[in-house]
Each structure stands twice: as C-alpha cells, then as structure tokens.
C-alpha cells in the first residue's frame, strides 16, 4: 500500500483564483487550492489515494499565460499564478470530453457525480451518434469468478484500475493498458483469462472504479435482476477481523444481506486499500445453502 499523504508545506503561495486571491500551501495543485476554495471541480481519473495520471482532462483549468489548458489535478501552483475554472473555454473543453466519453461507452452506472457534470455542462452525446455502433459498447461482460465482473462497455481508460493493481497499492501489476488508439483495452498480461494471471483478487481496482465497469459480482447480479437498490442500502463501519493490521470496512447492506464491502480512503491504515479477505471475506456470513 502506499504511504500515508505528507503533512503539508507551512509555507503559503499566493493565487489568484476566479478573481479572488487565495494562499495555499507550497506544493498543493490547483485542484487542491480548488477544493480548498470550495469550488467543485469534475475528476475521472484522479483519486485521493492514486498519483495523478493526466488522461481525462475534464479537470482542466486556464492559466494565465499558459496556451494550453492545464489538468488542475497534477499542476502544482506558482506564486502569482492567475487561474479561471469557470471561464467558456474552460466549460466548453469540460462538455466536449464528456460528451465524448458518455457516446462511446456505457455510463448509465457511472459514479451519480458523473451523470451530474453531464447534465451540468450540458453535454449532449446523442449527437456524436449512435453509440450501439461504436466499438466500446460492443464488449462482452467477463465473468470468470463468483467475486467480481469486468463489464468494460462502461470503461473509460481512466487507468485509476491500473494504479490502484500497480505502484499505488497492489504491486501486483495484473492489468495495463494493452493496444493503441480505438483498440486501447484494459487487458491482463497476454489477455489471459483473470483466474490465470497474476491477480490476486484484492478488489481494489473495483475501489476505484468510477464508472461500474468493475463491480463485485453481487452488485452486477442484482443489477441485471433489477433488485440492487443503493437507496435502500445500510453502511456499517467495522473493522476486518481476519488479521492485527485494523483495516476499517464499510459493509453495504441491503435486506440485512451483505451486498459489497469498501474502505474509506482517508483511512490512515488503508486508505481506501484492502486486501482478498477484507474485500470479500464476507461471504461465510452469509452462506448460500
């Protein structure tokens, strides 16, 4: 797992952000001093507890003597630097990467935050075409195991599965980012079957996957029998009994049944992070016969 985030600089740099000066600490991204102002900035492929990998540029923000549009989620901030996250060209990069993403994939199970910034910039995939008609829709559902489903018609290459699987987390490097351009998949090493290749079943590609193209196997089940109801869903904070680490759980409850387990990553101990038993340990609680 990764280290626990650093303590943040006592130094203050002085910006200027949608025409309001602002100080915050040495170091920090625009996303950071962002949040900070509380201003909501739309992320895909940046996480708390990931590295920043610059693929979505829907967190893109102008900058001032910048000629291009910076991914606020990796540019540190300057002295002096002067930033607009509001401006039309700004919303107008925002709706056009939206509206690409949401005509090529299936995003009906995306994150409720997503489905929001849609409506909010006023994307309109339907005139990109039809999107039965584009390849990424056309994936087939893998499921080789009873823990969790790859439907990667919603994938969106935010690469936040490959992180979390790679340096970030696992370090077990199962998956990557396999062919170029139209062809780029998600793909494990040689393509082959999951149960075959080096996963080890931690769960934490599905932690962060912000689009439901990584689900446990429950969810995806109820899904397609129209029973999966989040609104009618408990969250149970407890911690995992299956060894001395102390990784706190979050039990999803529907039905006084288990249906998923998370971890909270501002967690100090996982953050965000489990291991096989916390992620999925939980089926003996509930046995099926």
């Known amino acids: 797992m990764s280290e626990t985030t650093e303590k943040p600089s006592e130094t203050l740099v002085e910006i200027t952000l949608n025409d309001k000066k602002i100080s915050a600490p040495e170091g920090s991204t625009i996303l950071d001093a962002c949040k900070q102002a509380d201003i909501d900035t739309p992320t895909l492929c940046w996480a708390e507890n990931l590295t920043p990998v610059n693929v979505c540029r829907v967190c893109v923000v102008e900058v001032e003597g910048s000629r291009a549009l910076v991914p606020s989620c990796s540019r540190p901030i300057e002295e002096g630097m002067v930033i607009s996250t509001d401006s039309e060209r700004v919303n107008t990069s925002r709706r056009m990467v939206l509206e690409l993403l949401a005509s090529s994939v299936e995003l009906d199970r995306a994150d409720k935050e997503i489905l929001e910034w849609i409506t909010y910039y ?3 995939p339907d005139r990109m075409g039809n999107s039965s008609e584009i390849k990424t829709s056309k ?52 393509d082959v079957e999951l149960p075959d290749s080096a996963c080890v079943y931690c769960g934490n590609c599905i932690g962060v996957c912000p689009t439901g193209a990584l689900v446990f196997k429950t969810e995806h089940d109820m899904r397609e029998d129209n029973s999966w109801d ?10 995992c009994g299956f060894c001395g680490v102390g990784c706190n759980l979050e039990l999803h409850t529907q039905d006084e049944k288990i249906v998923k387990v998370t ?24 046995p099926k016969n």
């Open 139 to 190: 994936q087939p559902v893998k499921i080789q195991d009873d823990l969790y489903v790859r439907d990667y018609e919603r994938c969106i290459l935010c690469y936040k599965c490959v992180e979390a699987c790679g340096d970030d987390a696992q370090h077990t490097f199962a998956i990557a980012t396999a062919g170029r351009g139209f062809e780029a998949h998600i793909s494990t090493e040689f």
């Open 263 to 286: 971890s909270p990553s501002d967690h100090s101990v996982t953050e965000g992070h489990l291991c096989i038993k916390g992620r999925f340990g939980w089926q003996h609680a509930q």
């Open 230 to 239: 989040p609104d009618n869903q408990e969250v149970t904070e407890t911690i």
């Open 122 to 124: 006023g994307s309109n």
